[in-house]
């Protein structure tokens, strides 16, 4: 594999850090496309989507490619079922296709139809690739979306593929491409302003004969058939595995060597990448192991919760800065009376102090945070690490484990006391910034344990089985807390 010590030695990265802007991997493709071999384009063109133009005889086939400004050829001449959409994303779908019924439900009516569509988008499920993580993005959508249901919105596809045979127009293919989701919307869109065919039905977009889906995986593992024969494919398959978007590989040494010789702004994007991908690993990890586990989690927040059980979760967090994963049990976090009722019975019992310690194997650190509470908004804080767990219960008055509508003032002081501000640099700014005058205040317990990366990377090789070793670990003490907590 092509691997540049300088990214800026691939054709494809540009100076200045726009390299994962959508436009730019278009480009990327585009250019690719192009310098493939007769053969070779047809190859691709047939797999990706879902052509037959291989069999034709090179002399009757002239392909010719766009970026944004629209081809001067009049798209009409091109036979309806030969006009396609090809949509990419690294998901490879569009919204949940429900969206759609919208239309339907609020009988036209396109200010309800914006108002639901932009309600859901704030809150439903999504994958890794979640535009609800980016304010900008959501709110780019949601404007995007609004123009095109008032019939203000145009409709400029990324890339344009026509395909000529023995002179005569026969395939018309328009690309649209997302670094999350894409946008059923935009896509209906494109098909009507773009494509001229004619929306009589909203049906589901992936039955749609004209719209093809795909991952950029897909077009990875296309264009590596070519790989050893193309020095401009070399460069494609570098640069989507730079920008994150290359065939998923497990984390290796490279990777974090990549991540810990990044030091400046102009790279943040590349250590973001491998971030993402070691995040991966761990998602892998915990879904191995739900067919021996009854539990449910979420891909983005990295939360583990045991099904009918709500004393404690499993709360994985990566850093930003070492790549170190910690693993830990949170309890109590959610509901009040858990704590309240589980800490008095542990502070007075060596033992089931002891029984919950044994569930869990390495080095264990037992957390102390507050979480304070005004209806939807919580700010939660850092204050100390015990190393055992009974110098944790004693060190709060256990009376005081919850405590109702704490004056905002009173919060701050008794934080400032506790802990320096630095160490909750955003909570503490929230704190002061938002207008609320009280706040309901929680103690609650995060039994951690830190992986360092690097030692289980290279030769030991050991990441993936440790962390499903240790999230077991941290399921286990979930079933102990439940056992205590209901005098089991």
Same mark, same amino acid.
């Given at each position: 594999?092509?691997?540049?010590?300088?990214?800026?030695?691939?054709?494809?990265?540009?100076?200045?850090?726009?390299?994962?802007?959508? =436009?730019?991997?278009?480009?990327?493709?585009?250019? /690719? +496309? @192009?310098?493939? *071999? #007769?053969?070779?384009?047809?190859?691709?063109? $047939?797999?990706?989507?879902?052509?037959?133009?291989?069999?034709?005889?090179?002399?009757?086939?002239?392909?010719?490619?766009?970026?944004?400004?629209?081809?001067?050829?009049?798209?009409?001449?091109?036979?309806?079922?030969?006009?396609?959409?090809?949509?990419?994303?690294?998901?490879?779908?569009?919204?949940?296709?429900?969206?759609?019924?919208?239309? =339907?439900?609020?009988?036209?009516?396109?200010?309800? /139809? +914006? @108002?639901?569509? *932009? #309600?859901?988008?704030?809150?439903?499920?999504? $994958?890794?690739?979640?535009?609800?993580?980016?304010?900008?993005?959501?709110?780019?959508?949601?404007?995007?979306?609004?123009?095109?249901?008032?019939?203000?919105?145009?409709?400029?596809?990324?890339?344009?593929?026509?395909?000529?045979?023995?002179?005569?127009?026969?395939?018309?293919?328009?690309?649209?491409?997302?670094?999350?989701?894409?946008?059923?919307?935009?896509?209906?869109?494109?098909?009507?302003?773009? +494509?001229?065919?004619?929306?009589?039905?909203?049906?589901?977009?992936?039955? $749609?004969?004209?719209?093809?889906?795909?991952?950029?995986?897909?077009?990875?593992?296309?264009?590596?058939?070519?790989?050893?024969?193309?020095?401009?494919?070399?460069?494609?398959?570098?640069?989507?595995?730079?920008?994150?978007?290359?065939?998923?590989?497990?984390?290796?040494?490279?990777?974090?060597?990549?991540?810990?010789?990044?030091?400046?702004?102009?790279?943040?994007?590349?250590?973001?990448?491998?971030?993402?991908?070691?995040?991966?690993?761990?998602?892998?990890?915990?879904?191995?192991?739900?067919?021996?586990?009854?539990?449910?989690?979420?891909?983005?927040?990295?939360?583990?919760?045991?099904?009918?059980?709500?004393?404690?979760?499993?709360?994985?967090?990566?850093?930003?800065?070492?790549?170190?994963?910690?693993?830990?049990?949170?309890?109590?976090?959610?509901?009040?009376?858990?704590?309240?009722?589980?800490?008095?019975?542990?502070?007075?019992?060596?033992?089931?102090?002891?029984?919950?310690?044994?569930?869990?194997?390495?080095?264990?650190?037992?957390?102390?945070?507050?979480?304070?509470?005004?209806?939807?908004?919580?700010?939660?804080?850092?204050?100390?690490?015990?190393?055992?767990?009974?110098?944790?219960?004693?060190?709060?008055?256990?009376?005081?484990?919850?405590?109702?509508?704490?004056?905002?003032?009173?919060?701050?002081?008794?934080?400032?006391?506790?802990?320096?501000?630095?160490?909750?640099?955003?909570?503490?700014?929230?704190?002061?910034?938002?207008?609320?005058?009280?706040?309901?205040?929680?103690?609650?317990?995060?039994?951690?344990?830190?992986?360092?990366?690097?030692?289980?990377?290279?030769?030991?090789?050991?990441?993936?089985?440790?962390?499903?070793?240790?999230?077991?670990?941290?399921?286990?003490?979930?079933?102990?807390?439940?056992?205590?907590?209901?005098?089991?």
């Amino acid at each position: 594999m092509i691997q540049h010590n300088d990214k800026h030695l691939n054709i494809f990265m540009p100076y200045g850090g726009n390299e994962h802007i959508e =436009n730019n991997i278009t480009k990327a493709f585009i250019n /690719t +496309l @192009e310098v493939l *071999t #007769d053969n070779q384009q047809y190859s691709v063109i $047939d797999d990706l989507f879902r052509l037959n133009i291989s069999k034709i005889p090179d002399n009757d086939i002239r392909i010719y490619y766009y970026l944004q400004k629209k081809p001067s050829y009049k798209i009409e001449c091109f036979p309806k079922e030969n006009r396609l959409l090809f949509a990419i994303s690294p998901t490879g779908k569009a919204w949940k296709t429900d969206y759609l019924s919208y239309i =339907n439900k609020t009988d036209g009516d396109k200010e309800k /139809t +914006l @108002e639901h569509v *932009t #309600d859901d988008m704030k809150t439903m499920d999504r $994958d890794e690739a979640d535009i609800n993580k980016d304010n900008e993005l959501l709110n780019i959508e949601i404007a995007e979306t609004k123009k095109i249901l008032s019939g203000k919105g145009n409709s400029i596809p990324d890339a344009w593929i026509l395909i000529y045979v023995k002179d005569e127009p026969y395939y018309a293919i328009i690309i649209e491409n997302k670094l999350y989701d894409l946008n059923p919307f935009q896509l209906l869109n494109h098909k009507n302003k773009s +494509l001229l065919l004619e929306l009589t039905e909203y049906v589901d977009l992936n039955k $749609d004969e004209n719209i093809i889906f795909k991952k950029y995986e897909d077009i990875y593992e296309c264009l590596y058939k070519s790989y050893y024969t193309n020095t401009i494919v070399k460069h494609f398959i570098e640069y989507l595995d730079k920008i994150g978007h290359g065939k998923p590989t497990p984390f290796s040494m490279s990777d974090f060597k990549t991540f810990m010789s990044i030091n400046n702004k102009e790279d943040e994007n590349q250590k973001e990448v491998v971030w993402k991908k070691l995040r991966r690993e761990v998602n892998e990890a915990i879904n191995e192991l739900k067919s021996e586990y009854d539990f449910f989690n979420d891909v983005n927040t990295m939360q583990i919760w045991i099904k009918n059980i709500d004393s404690a979760n499993v709360f994985i967090d990566i850093s930003k800065e070492t790549l170190k994963i910690d693993i830990s049990t949170e309890v109590g976090v959610s509901k009040n009376r858990i704590n309240r009722n589980l800490f008095p019975k542990l502070k007075k019992n060596l033992l089931l102090q002891n029984k919950l310690h044994s569930a869990y194997s390495g080095d264990i650190y037992y957390l102390r945070y507050i979480r304070l509470n005004h209806k939807s908004q919580s700010l939660y804080f850092w204050i100390h690490d015990y190393e055992d767990l009974n110098t944790y219960l004693n060190c709060f008055d256990i009376d005081e484990i919850y405590q109702n509508q704490v004056d905002k003032e009173e919060c701050i002081t008794m934080l400032d006391e506790l802990v320096p501000p630095k160490d909750n640099p955003t909570a503490m700014r929230n704190l002061r910034h938002y207008k609320f005058a009280a706040y309901n205040k929680l103690e609650y317990l995060r039994i951690m344990n830190k992986i360092n990366t690097k030692e289980h990377i290279g030769e030991k090789d050991d990441l993936k089985e440790t962390i499903k070793n240790t999230v077991i670990n941290h399921l286990k003490g979930i079933d102990i807390l439940e056992n205590i907590y209901y005098n089991r």
